[in-house]
């Protein structure tokens, strides 16, 4: 059987998850300031959202 390697949208979309943690961890010590959490979490909602659309226009493709 085949190993099936994950998409490289699945890739992108768990590096930015990586990166918005890391980003999170280290501001989060400082206090909590609504901004921050906001742009740390900005490269982790720009990758769902090209995930989102890959998938949606990879699935429209199928049919």
Do not use: K
Not at 44 to 62: E, F, H, K, N
Request: with cysteine.
């Amino acid at each position: 059987m085949p190993r099936v390697w994950p998409s490289t949208t699945t890739l992108l979309l768990a590096i930015a998850a990586g990166v918005s943690g890391t980003a999170l961890s280290t501001h989060a010590h400082d206090g909590f300031h609504p901004l921050v959490i906001a742009a740390c979490m900005l490269p982790l909602q720009v990758a769902g959202l090209v995930w989102a659309i890959t998938v949606v226009s990879s699935q429209r493709r199928c049919n």
